[in-house]
């Protein structure tokens, strides 16, 4: 049997479970983590955010990571962030995004999924982060919303 893919949900994936716009697919994606198709890797950034989240929301977050891998803040992704805002792809103001997709590259996942359009899931800003990342030594990433990774049945 083949390994699931190493995938990163930021904190937009959990509460869009909750979400009447992205409930369906995120809740989706979250069952193909259960099913094994994916090995959920998420951090304590995604924790942190969902600090002011409603208790449900929170409890969701802690049943799936139980099983997934849950990740403290790593010293090479702060650098990485903060490679990422000195090219400019964001802006001070998003030095969480910048940290999430950091977190994601650190930890060797092969996607990260997000419903941040503005940030992270972008089609200007996803090659951007690719150059920093092959520059400083890591591995090319793949940045999608939850309804592109998603298997569907036919």
């Excluded at 139980?66 to 990740?71: A, I, K, N, Y």
Aim: with cysteine; charged share 20%; hydrophobic share 45%.
């Amino acid at each position: 049997m083949m390994k699931p893919i190493r995938v990163y949900a930021d904190t937009s994936v959990f509460g869009g479970a909750f979400d009447d716009e992205f409930a369906a697919a995120s809740r989706e994606f979250f069952d193909q983590v259960r099913q094994g198709n994916f090995q959920l890797v998420s951090s304590a950034l995604v924790r942190d955010e969902l600090g002011a989240a409603p208790s449900h929301v929170l409890r969701f977050f802690e049943e799936l990571t139980e099983s997934g891998e849950l990740s403290e803040i790593r010293q090479d992704a702060i650098k990485l962030q903060t490679a990422y805002l000195n090219a400019g792809i964001l802006g001070e103001a998003s030095v969480a995004d910048a940290l999430h997709v950091a977190m994601a590259t650190v930890l060797e996942c092969r996607i990260i999924v997000s419903w941040n359009f503005r940030h992270i899931v972008h089609f200007q800003k996803i090659p951007l982060y690719n150059e920093v990342n092959v520059t400083r030594g890591y591995a090319k990433i793949a940045i999608h919303a939850p309804t592109e990774v998603v298997a569907y049945e036919d």
